[in-house]
């Protein structure tokens, strides 16, 4: 049975970073390409980020370009999403997904079908 467990979020300062982790167990952790969604109050949820099963290749929304980074360890199971320069439009919780294939060809959510209970980030002045 799939688990995944997401922890770091947390109340912080625009401008300020932090690092979102995410504890997978119940398979083979480097053969699913993993990613991060993020869903705001009264919003959809939305991609974020996407890393493949090797880490070899990434992708982000335009949103988050170049102030987040999302890795994995694949010796730890743990996937993580480093988080800089936050703005207040960061605010949502965050979940951890694993993706049906091992690739990010494609990016839909329903190309993802493990979820973690998701994280609370919020951005404040």
């Known amino acids: 049975q799939v688990q995944l467990v997401e922890s770091g979020g947390g109340l912080v300062q625009a401008g300020g970073s932090l690092r979102l982790s995410c504890a997978a167990s119940?398979?083979?952790?480097?053969?699913?390409?993993m990613g991060w969604f993020r869903q705001a109050p009264g919003k959809e949820r939305e991609f974020v980020a996407a890393?493949?099963?090797?880490?070899?290749?990434?992708e982000y929304a335009d949103s988050v370009k170049g102030r987040f980074t999302i890795s994995r360890d694949n010796t730890k199971n743990t996937l993580s999403l480093q988080m800089n320069s936050l703005k207040l439009e960061d605010t949502a919780v965050y979940y951890c997904?694993?993706?049906?294939?091992?690739?990010?060809?494609?990016?839909?959510?329903?190309?993802?079908?493990?979820w973690g209970q998701g994280t609370q980030v919020t951005v404040s002045w």
């Open positions: 119940g398979y083979t952790f480097d053969t699913k390409a």
């Open positions: 997904a694993a993706k049906k294939r091992s690739t990010i060809v494609t990016l839909a959510i329903s190309d993802f079908d493990s």
């Open positions: 890393i493949t099963s090797s880490g070899r290749n990434t």
